[in-house]
């Protein structure tokens, strides 16, 4: 599914960013599968499937290496790729485990890595999140205070549901959607220093396509509380548990002279409420102000069909790939790279150490000296 969003984005960029100062073409496609491959092929257009990564990895005629296999299989063409000088473009988590990541990082040092690279964490790509973002950095919120962060699936909330990849032990909310935001408090509030975490397990067993009864590995929940080294605490939640709920997250920050409010559903907006304010006459101008971000991007994107048009999922992946390609045609680096997706990967590993030893714990304490 996120290899067919990559090359929707690849095929729908045209439309929606100022043209480039290079082309881009999908040539090769990999999967598990030779059928699979095929019909990859097919559907991107491109000259070769194949069941084998390194044909891509290590061929001397492909600049740009898209990582989009399950979270389990980041690491062995990331490792091949950064070793034959790819220019890299890796869905998130980045590995799935902290060896792993640190093998990454190793990697990246010992081979003095400078090329252009960048993670999927497309929910930085919504206007409304870049407005916010902006908002935090003029510091129209004051001080930060409190924060939560949230996000909703219901995915696993019956025990009917089959047993599938994301049920063993590198599919878990903490991996799957955790990731997006550890990724947003970071980018957002700055670096974590500690969390208390606890994950939860509603159905241990499911039946798989073949109706064998699996053991289910993963975790269908996680919450957080998180101090920052700002100063400020937060919740964190991440389920797959939220009867209901379809592809809900939640934001909300509190200053001392502002906050800052976002749900995924409803992506057209970002509420801003400003505490300076004054309350009269009559409520005066308190209260929560929608501000209409909407589609509208600054160049080099377009806020295309119209700034007025409803904004989708899919609108930020399209944003998210767009700045990744910009940036290896002006041949510079961007953000969040793969160092931020160490970070996350770190983040992660803090979570699920917490929650298996019921304490909170120093983020510094995950990484080696």
Known sequence: MIGKVHAYAYAAMPFYSVPMNATFRITHVATSRKETAEQAKSICRADVATT???EITENPNIDIVHICTPNDLHVEPLLSAIKHRKKIYCDKPLSASLEEAESVHTALQESKYAEINQ????NR???????AKKLLHTEALGRILQFRLGYFHSSNASASIPFRWKH????GAVRDLGSHLLDLTTHLLGPIESLLAETMLAFPQRLDSANALCDVESEDAVSMLVRMQSGASGVIEATKLATGNEDEMLLEIHGELGALRFRLMQPHYLEFFDAR????PLGGDVGWKRIPCGGRYELPDYDFPS?????GWMRAHVACLSNFLHAVAEDRQTTP???QGIA??????TVLRSAAERRWVDVESIIPA
């Open 119 to 122: 993670m999927t964490f497309h």
């Open 168 to 171: 063993t032990q590198f599919g």
């Open 307 to 311: 700034p007025k048009a409803s904004i």
């Open 277 to 280: 304010a004054t309350d009269r």
């Open 337 to 339: 790279d793969l160092y």
């Open 125 to 131: 790509f919504f206007p409304a999140l870049i407005r």
């Open 344 to 349: 996350v990967d770190r983040l992660i590993y």
């Open 52 to 54: 084998d990564y390194r």
